[in-house]
């Protein structure tokens, strides 16, 4: 990220995990980004001191789906919207059945 006013680019994570889809906070303090860190993609935050410009402290953990039954749904088509009260993410439900079928010989 940059200042609107330009300058030098800013790191916000590590780098290290795949972290996208980024979305501010309606009050300008919180970054959000759905993060692949930890196995599974969840919802991330990262406070911002606007004073300073830059990110403080570390990334924190805002969902935990850690099952690939309901996860978040595939991260390239996903979404994810903020009001002053809620977050919106889309989601996935995923299941499966194994069939047992007689007579398949015959």
């Avoid at 790191?11 to 996208?20: E, L």
């Avoid at 001191?49 to 990110?55: F, I, Q, T, V, Y």
């Amino acid at each position: 990220m940059t200042s609107a006013r330009g300058g030098p680019w800013i790191r916000i994570t590590d780098g290290v995990h795949w972290d996208d889809k980024p979305r501010w906070a309606p009050d300008g303090k919180t970054l959000y980004f759905v993060s692949g860190r930890q196995g599974f993609f969840n919802v991330w935050g990262i406070r911002f001191n606007e004073d300073r410009g830059k990110p403080e402290g570390t990334p924190f953990q805002i969902t935990k789906f850690q099952s690939p039954g309901f996860k978040v749904t595939n991260i390239y088509l996903e979404d994810l919207s903020l009001t002053n009260e809620k977050l919106v993410l889309t989601m996935e439900k995923v299941s499966g059945s194994i069939w047992v079928l007689d007579n398949v010989d015959h």
